[in-house]
């Protein structure tokens, strides 16, 4: 992949009561950051859940803003996910290569947000970002972030979880067209690998795969009730460290989730509108 565009950095899953939803996911034996408050500009607030190289977001907005119109809208049809972070070395380069890739990004955005300690220690996360216009890609917004104080995010504490899960391996989104979907989320991250699967295509990046499937084949496969009737990041995949503590952590939870092959299964409506799917990190997606 370009040197600017590495893959991902991290998912965003939209909530609309974040309290609720940090409790959702506690009881799926996440262990969630403290409730951080962006920026006045940014009118948002979120926890976040620490992997091993990549990470995901319960982000809820607080107050309206223009810089969060892009989540508004997506809320308006629900929760679940809704937006994901690229990762670079220098939001700065990621523009630049998306402007060689023939998309109109917008201009380098700098925010922060303030990070507590155990014993009362507190210290901030700075990040710099550049979006993609909304509706560029189907599903979901794309964005690049630079980490600029990894050592605030990734923090120890964070990355212990009861359900032993270490990464992202995967997310599907159902659409309408696969193969133009997947040939404009390929773009963004030049350098990928795309291939056709049942149903669908995926693109592959070094950590993680993103599949694009049509949404008859999406709805029956992540029990939808029905086929969605517009583009939306439907499931996560996880890639779990013990597949027995992971069902002892949902049990402790009271989580409904069932067998999936070796994996295991968790319908949208226990995971604050996105399906989760977690399988043995070692196992192939």
Excluded at 113 to 128: I, L, M, N
Aim: charged share 25%; with cysteine; proline share 5%.
């Amino acid at each position: 992949m370009t040197a600017a565009v590495t893959g991902v950095d991290h998912v965003v899953i939209g909530v609309a009561d974040l309290d609720r939803a940090a409790a959702t996911y506690r009881r799926l034996g996440f262990t969630l950051s403290s409730r951080a408050r962006h920026s006045a500009a940014m009118g948002t607030a979120n926890h976040t859940i620490m992997l091993e190289h990549d990470y995901f977001e319960l982000l809820a907005v607080l107050t309206t803003t223009d810089r969060n119109a892009r989540w508004r809208e997506a809320l308006r049809r629900g929760e679940g996910v809704v937006g994901v972070a690229a990762a670079t070395p220098s939001a700065a380069a990621a523009r630049e290569a998306w402007r060689a890739a023939g998309f109109d990004p917008g201009e380098v955005v700098a925010f922060s947000r303030p990070v507590e300690r155990p014993g009362g220690v507190r210290t901030e996360a700075r990040f710099e970002t550049v979006s993609l216009p909304k509706d560029t890609l189907p599903a979901l917004s794309l964005f690049a972030c630079e980490q600029l104080t990894r050592e605030a995010v990734w923090l120890p504490e964070l990355m212990s979880h009861s359900n032993t899960v270490v990464a992202i391996r995967k997310l599907s989104l159902s659409v309408s067209d696969p193969v133009a979907a997947s040939r404009q989320w390929a773009r963004a991250f030049p350098g990928s690998a795309t291939s056709s699967i049942a149903g669908g295509m995926r693109i592959r990046l070094p950590r993680h795969a993103i599949d694009f499937l049509e949404a008859e084949v999406a709805g029956q496969r992540y029990r939808l009730g029905r086929p969605l009737d517009h583009a939306k990041c439907v499931a996560l995949d996880f890639g779990v460290r013990s597949m027995d503590a992971c069902w002892e952590a949902l049990a402790q939870g009271r989580v409904k989730a069932e067998p999936d092959g070796d994996g295991i299964a968790i319908r949208a409506d226990e995971a604050c509108g996105v399906a989760i799917t977690m399988a043995p990190a070692s196992s192939p997606v």
